[in-house]
């Protein structure tokens, strides 16, 4: 067999079953590969079935309250995310949902591996879906590191119809197998066909989150949802966070659009 019927033979066999394998509403997965951009698959199905619970469609979301859909994600992390997922909505019940890869990535906080995931999974695009995973595991393949140009070819080399079994399926070896540092060679199904799992050396490890600013910035966006708008000296309070420190968090909230301050108070924004 070639490496990809390997591929896809293995992924029929052991993939995981996650909510948003089971739907092509482009909504849907958009929702999800919002929530999949910095967390891992598993923590995120909670939060994702609540949230299209809460939120079942476009429109739903575009008409929620921002101090609603940040509760929804607390916890989640990255809440800038919400806030753009919810433009995003704004912007596809105005204008309707954009049909191709390009076109998706004019709507807010939608890069281009989500934009290629919901053209792929929803659409039925013929494109591939590239994210570090992907990028890992065909530089092995190939034995060399590849990014760019270079990578996008050894994808679309790779890639038959349908598109979206392949994407979903080399994805899922990332996750389960070929990991970033110890990956799993004896139990991969393109062993045969792989060069040289040197080919990848993964980034040195995120600092932690303990303490860390984004740590502060849940915090401040905590107390705002659970407690409204209120003064700065107390949040500085509730949080105990110092007050330079508040003011270079408040600072990143305020440009990423999730808050306002005005004469001393804060709120989240509209
Ligand atoms: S053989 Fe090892 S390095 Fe190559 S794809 Fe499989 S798990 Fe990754």
């Known amino acids: 067999m070639s490496r990809r019927e390997d591929l896809l033979t293995w992924y029929h066999s052991v993939r995981r079953d996650f909510p948003w394998r089971h739907t092509t509403d482009p ?14 698959a598993a923590r995120v199905v909670p939060f994702y079935e609540r949230f299209v619970e809460r939120y079942p469609d476009v429109d739903a979301l575009a008409d929620a309250d921002l101090a609603e859909v940040l509760s929804l994600w607390k916890g989640l992390g990255y809440p800038s995310r919400a806030r753009r997922l919810r433009e995003a909505a704004r912007v596809i019940t105005s204008h309707g949902w954009p049909d191709s890869a390009a076109a998706l990535e004019s709507l807010p906080g939608v890069g281009p591996y989500t934009a290629a995931a919901v053209a792929s999974f929803a659409f039925g695009e013929h494109i591939g879906v590239i994210d570090t995973n992907v990028r890992r595991v065909v530089s092995r393949w190939h034995g060399v590191p590849l990014s760019g140009r270079r990578l996008q070819q050894a994808v679309d080399e790779e890639l038959a119809p349908p598109a979206d079994q392949w994407n979903q399926a080399v994805m899922e070896l990332g996750a389960m ?3 970033p540092r110890r990956p799993r060679c004896a139990d991969c199904p393109v062993a045969e066909s792989c060069i040289d799992p040197g080919a990848y050396q993964p980034p040195p490890r995120q600092s932690p989150f303990n303490g860390s600013d984004r740590q502060k910035r849940g915090r401040v966006l905590a107390a705002l949802v659970d407690g409204g708008p209120t003064d700065l000296a107390t949040v500085a309070t509730s949080t105990a966070i110092g007050s330079d420190r508040l003011a270079r ?7 990423d659009g999730l808050v306002l301050v005005e004469g001393g108070r804060i709120r989240l924004a509209d």
């Open 177 to 179: 197998v070929c990991h």
């Open 27 to 40: 909504y849907r997965i958009l929702v999800s590969e919002i929530m999949l951009q910095q967390t891992q």
């Open 249 to 255: 968090v408040v600072e990143t909230l305020e440009e």
